[in-house]
């Protein structure tokens, strides 16, 4: 399984990105899919996952209200659409994909990240 994260790049405060992520070389349905991130110096958090169907999301607090994670099993990607954009956001965001990541916070694969970087 290969999963390939796209979107990131420099927004100033208040602005809005949207995160992508491609699953390759396996089934996406399968999986409940999430992002994670990585601040300079700091350990890798959740920040939010969906299950398999899509009718179910979890949010960490400090995004729940400003980002909204959804997915299309047709074309196979993951979203992160991110809104309200704070200088505490700038971090590396991974996708993940796990079998139990949804329920668990359990990561299976990991794709590269990709650079948020919030200036205020």
């Known amino acids: 399984v290969q999963l390939q994260a796209s979107g990131g790049g420099l927004v100033q405060a208040g602005g809005s990105l949207r995160l992508s992520c491609a699953l390759s070389g396996g089934t996406f349905r399968s999986f409940g899919m999430g992002w994670f991130r990585q601040a300079q110096g700091k350990g890798r958090t959740f920040v939010a996952a969906?299950?398999?169907?899509?009718?179910?999301?979890y949010y960490e607090d400090s995004v729940k209200g400003r980002f909204t994670i959804s997915r299309d099993n047709a074309k196979r990607r993951l979203y992160l659409q991110m809104n309200n954009l704070k200088a505490e956001d700038t971090a590396e965001y991974y996708c993940a994909a796990g079998y139990f990541l949804a329920t668990e916070r359990r990561a299976d694969y990991w794709g590269q990240g990709t650079l948020v970087t919030v200036s205020s």
């Open positions: 969906i299950t398999r169907s899509g009718e179910s999301s």
